[in-house]
């Protein structure tokens, strides 16, 4: 089982940035994908990046340019920087890793862009 510990977040301005954190329980090399989905009010859960244990990075494309995910592996820890942030990435952002085809996720951080 993999605990995942989220940190980042919180309320900044059209154009600002945020830095989401997530600290996994288990070392980063057994885990085959981390990253993050987002899910705001009343619209489906979407992928917003995941990085995979070769490296790989999928990014969706609303987030292109602006988002950059990395890792610690020391810290068994990703990173999803945040720039450039829009309205329409208000959303309650989800840590989520993918070991030997299970899914876990973290307890879920909400970022909120907002004038």
């Known amino acids: 089982q993999v605990q995942l510990v989220e940190s980042g977040g919180g309320l900044v301005q059209p154009g600002g940035s945020l830095r989401l954190s997530c600290a996994a329980s288990?070392?980063?090399?057994?885990?085959?994908?981390m990253g993050w989905y987002r899910q705001a009010p009343g619209k489906q859960r979407e992928l917003v990046v995941g990085?995979?244990?070769?490296?790989?990075?999928n990014y969706a494309d609303s987030v292109k340019g602006r988002f950059t995910i990395s890792r610690d592996n020391a810290k068994n820890t990703v990173y999803l920087q945040m720039n450039s942030l829009k309205p329409e990435d208000t959303a309650v952002y989800l840590c989520?890793?993918?070991?030997?085809?299970?899914?876990?996720w973290g307890q879920g951080t909400q970022v909120t862009v907002s004038s």
């Open positions: 990085i995979m244990s070769t490296g790989r990075i």
């Open positions: 288990d070392s980063i090399f057994s885990i085959y994908a």
């Open positions: 989520y890793a993918n070991k030997l085809g299970y899914i876990y």
